[in-house]
Nanobody, 128 residues
C-alpha cells in the first residue's frame, strides 16, 4: 500500500526554522516528483514546493522563495522541506504528495490535481 508519512511539524517562534520530512512506505519515492502543500485555517490548500524525481529540478511558490528549501535523499526514501525565517502566515497543515502519473513535467506548476498520493499532514504553528 502506497503511503506517505510527514513528520517534523511543531510550534516555532517567528524567525525560527523547522525541517519537515516525508517518508515513503510501501513504495520508493525516487521514481516520482514530490510536492509539498499547505492549508491554513479557512483557506484552500496551496502548493509550496516540488522536486523532480532525480532532484535536478526544484520549484517554489513565491511566498516561500528564498526561505524554504526542498531536497531529497533517495537512499533514505525521504523528501525534506527546510523552512527558515518562518512567519505567522506560514502557519498551516503541511502535506507531502507524490505525482505518480503526471510526473516530473508537471512539477514546476506545483498543481494539486497533478498529485495523487497524499500523506496525512503535519501541523506547523508559527507564534510567539
Amino acid at each position: 500500500q502506497v503511503q506517505l508519512v510527514e513528520s517534523g511539524g511543531g510550534l516555532v517562534q517567528p524567525g525560527g526554522s523547522l525541517r519537515l520530512s516525508c517518508a515513503g512506505s510501501g513504495f520508493t519515492l525516487d521514481s516520482y516528483a514530490i510536492g509539498w502543500f499547505r492549508q491554513a485555517p479557512g483557506k484552500e490548500r496551496e502548493g509550496v514546493s516540488c522536486i523532480k524525481s532525480s532532484g535536478s529540478g526544484r520549484y517554489y511558490a513565491e511566498p516561500v522563495k528564498g526561505r524554504f528549501t526542498i531536497s531529497r535523499d533517495n537512499g533514505k526514501n525521504t523528501v525534506y522541506l527546510q523552512m527558515n525565517s518562518l512567519a505567522p502566515e506560514d502557519t498551516a497543515v503541511y502535506y507531502c504528495a507524490a505525482s505518480t502519473r503526471a510526473g516530473d513535467p508537471r512539477c514546476p506548476w506545483i498543481y494539486e490535481p497533478d498529485f495523487d498520493s497524499w500523506g496525512q499532514g503535519t501541523q506547523v504553528t508559527v507564534s510567539s
